[in-house]
């Protein structure tokens, strides 16, 4: 133990004199300013309708215009000219045109040309529904929702809170701890544990507990500056820190397979891109291909909006956090065997 | 001229002893790669149900209709799907053949009744609305357009990384003191470093286009953003390297400037039109704007003047700022 602390505290010297603290806090500094100040609290991020009638307009398109009037960030234009017009200039819109033929609205949707089919049915069947609303027989259907918590509207900017906090702390660890450990593999200090009462788990873990350490000053920082203090603390402290770990652990195993940061660094910046890919499930929660919910990052990015937002869905939590307390102790395990098997060949 | 190219062959040489220029060649390839496979899944997104197995085929067929199905044994492994991360309804039939759908409750809120609409529509004998459907051709979908321009603007990010990490190791090896007393001048010095950060990029962003066969590309239009786009990228490759005493103060440096290139670019996507003006310091913003319209297709020459104009004048007051500590970095 009193090895642990010796390490802990070079190791604290080490992240000090490299900056590691100052560049945690000007980051953390960076996203408070850029959350409560530069971010909109709201904008309007989903596919816009722009729509238009052609002909009269009669009585039976009431319904259908009333629900596209209602629609968030909808505009109403003079013909399908305008609509076109307006459509080319912005991929996140689609266009509605509504006429009538044969004592029936006939409505067409233009789309940007991108959609699949299965997008335009859906499409086509809430407009249908909105039109048809009173007609349509929802008799025989039962309604179980599992979790309903009230959870009141996240502003855009604080929604992103989740994610700088997966970005930023979390991954944080994941370049500074190999970077660390190629400073020592460079000035070969690491061969000098060889002959010290120094065990190599001891070397590891001290510099897992460093870069944890960071992590959760950080997303202190951040979740106070920006969300506030009522947040799920022990879930967020918790997943953060299995994170963290995740990071170190993940960059310790990488780092044992180069001599030096060049022959490292793609793989590091590669591996971190990889690791952040979940991210575009962030906003878009029902895109969840195989190669997305396998990396570790999807649940605990879920996990992470839990504590800050709890949705009381607490599973995804646990599921997350044992997860990663596996992988991690894996990854660890393996780090200790293979760095000892490299110290002993050189 | 030639003790220029001979800095440039020196850094090509040590890059590629040490695998890092073909790493950094690579990496913008196999992503660009990925984002190929990567399309097709996107571009595809629609709802999620998971159905009983025993619910029938026609009801299986309707729902396939309208997003991706998944075939479940019994309400509680439906219930167990439900409550995952991902948005996914559950539908079952109870033992009155009434349809019960199962919902996490957290759902959005614009798609929250897509189960019911269906099961209604299933329901009902005549169609509400004949619906046709037409398109603007627009073939290329965002994550196309924005996952190219990402990679564009990585490959030369990356490439000002070479540069930093370069001059780094010319730090540590002291191979700075012995080229200052060559002939060599310090121009020929900065200008033979750059060029490895003009080159880089613009072979990368011809695979880019070639890899994502965006035919439409003004492959002229694309270079000249590129090339502007480089010089900033250098720039910064250089304040890394003369700022970093070690490779760790390197990575440090780094970290911020990823920061910057991702604020800029997300911001530059994300942020409503009328609130970018907070950006416009960034020379990357016009970078990214200048990259998205060219990979659009939506740009007239009069436009890429204008963006690269912006691009070169906020990187000479950069340049300017940084131009003292620049050269007595390199001392």
Redesign the interface.
């Given at each position: 133990m009193k090895r642990l602390f010796g390490l802990l505290k070079k190791d604290f010297l080490v992240a000090y004199r490299?900056?590691?603290f100052l560049?945690m806090l000007?980051?953390a500094l960076?996203l408070v300013v850029?959350t409560n100040w530069?971010?909109?609290e709201k904008?309007n991020?989903?596919v816009k309708v722009l729509y238009a009638v052609e002909g009269e307009r009669t009585e039976r398109m009431n319904s259908?215009l009333g629900f596209l009037q209602g629609a968030e960030g909808s505009q109403r234009l003079d013909s399908k000219s305008a609509v076109?017009e307006l459509?080319?200039?912005d991929?996140?819109t689609i266009g509605v045109i509504i006429r009538e033929?044969a004592e029936?609205?006939?409505?067409?949707?233009?789309?940007?040309?991108?959609?699949?089919?299965?997008?335009?049915?859906?499409l086509?069947?809430?407009?249908?529904?909105a039109?048809?609303a009173q007609?349509?027989?929802?008799s025989?259907?039962?309604?179980?929702?599992?979790?309903?918590?009230e959870?009141p509207e996240i502003p855009l900017n604080k929604s992103f809170v989740p994610l700088m906090i997966l970005n930023e702390p979390v991954m944080l660890g994941f370049?500074?701890l190999?970077?660390?450990i190629?400073?020592e593999k460079?000035e070969n200090t690491i061969r000098a544990y060889l002959v010290s009462p120094v065990r190599i788990w001891e070397y590891l873990l001290s510099k897992i507990i460093i870069m944890a350490a960071l992590a959760l000053i950080s997303t202190i920082l951040i979740t106070v500056f920006t969300v506030g203090i009522h947040v799920n603390w022990i879930m967020l402290l918790a997943i953060v820190t299995a994170g963290s770990v995740f990071g170190a652990a993940s960059a310790m195993f990488i780092a044992v397979f180069f001599d030096?940061?060049?022959?490292a660094?793609?793989?590091i910046?590669?591996i971190s891109?990889i690791f952040t890919i979940p991210m575009?499930?962030y906003f878009?929660?029902?895109?969840?291909?195989w190669?997305i919910?396998i990396l570790p990052t999807?649940?605990l990015m879920?996990a992470i909006r839990e504590a800050i937002y709890p949705?009381?869905?607490p599973?995804?939590f646990y599921q997350s956090f044992i997860t990663l307390t596996i992988i991690n102790a894996a990854l660890y395990i393996m780090s200790i065997a293979l760095y000892q098997r490299s110290l002993l060949r050189d | 001229m030639k003790r220029l190219l001979a800095i440039f062959r020196r850094d090509l040489k040590s890059s590629v002893r040490?695998?890092?220029l073909l790493?950094?060649i690579?990496?913008p390839i196999?992503?660009v790669i990925g984002l190929r496979f990567f399309i097709p899944?996107?571009?595809?997104?629609?709802?999620?149900f998971a159905l009983d197995k025993s619910i029938g085929e026609t009801v299986i067929a309707e729902f396939e209709?309208?997003?991706?199905v998944e075939l479940l044994d019994g309400r509680k492994a439906i219930?167990n799907r439900?409550?995952?991360?991902?948005?996914?309804f559950g539908v079952i039939q109870?033992q009155e053949?009434?349809?019960?759908?199962?919902?996490?409750?957290?759902?959005?809120e614009?798609?929250s009744?897509?189960a019911?609409?269906?099961?209604?529509?299933m329901?009902?004998e005549e169609?509400?609305?004949?619906?046709?459907?037409?398109?603007?051709?627009?073939?290329?979908?965002?994550i196309t357009?924005y996952g190219a321009s990402s990679v564009i603007l990585m490959a030369i990010i990356?490439a000002g990384?070479v540069i930093g990490?370069n001059i780094i190791?010319e730090k540590e090896a002291n191979t700075m003191n012995a080229l200052s007393v060559t002939p060599m001048r310090k121009l020929e010095f900065i200008v033979g470093k750059s060029l490895i950060g003009l080159v880089l990029p613009v072979v990368e962003a011809l695979f880019v286009v070639w890899i994502l066969n965006l035919q439409n590309v003004h492959i002229g239009m694309l270079l000249t953003m590129t090339l502007a786009s480089s010089l900033i990228a250098i720039i910064f490759g250089f304040l890394i390297g003369v700022f970093s005493s070690?490779?760790?103060?390197g990575?440090?440096n780094m970290?911020?400037l990823l920061?910057f290139v991702s604020?800029s670019f997300i911001?530059a996507v994300?942020?409503?039109a009328g609130?970018q003006y907070?950006l416009y310091w960034s020379p990357l913003y016009w970078s990214t704007i200048g990259l998205i319209k060219v990979i659009?297709n939506?740009v007239t020459w009069l436009q890429i003047f204008q963006y690269t104009l912006w691009i070169l004048g906020l990187t000479i007051l950069i340049f300017l700022l940084s131009a003292g500590k620049i050269k007595k970095g390199l001392t």
């Open positions: 490299g900056y590691f560049i000007v980051v960076i850029v530069l971010i909109p904008a991020l989903d259908l076109i459509m080319q200039g991929k996140n033929a029936k609205p006939v409505i067409e949707i233009v789309l940007q040309g991108y959609e699949n089919q299965q997008s335009r049915n859906a086509a069947l809430s407009l249908s529904a039109i048809d007609n349509i027989d929802y025989n259907i039962e309604n179980v929702t599992l979790q309903a918590v959870q370049i500074f190999a970077t660390l190629f400073m460079e030096n940061l060049s022959k660094m793609i793989w910046i590669s891109l575009a499930a878009i929660p029902s895109f969840s291909p190669f919910t999807y649940d879920f949705a009381g869905n599973q995804i | 040490e695998f890092l790493y950094i690579l990496a196999v992503i899944s996107v571009n595809a997104i629609s709802f999620q209709k309208y997003g991706r219930e439900v409550v995952k991360a991902d948005d996914i109870n053949d009434d349809y019960v759908v199962i919902s996490q409750g957290n759902e959005d614009g798609t009744t897509i019911q609409q269906i099961i209604g529509n329901n009902s169609e509400a609305l004949a619906v046709t459907y037409s398109d603007i051709g627009a073939k290329m979908s965002s357009i990356l990384m990490l190791e070690n490779q760790i103060a990575i440090a970290k911020f920061l604020a911001g994300v942020l409503p609130t907070f659009t939506e």
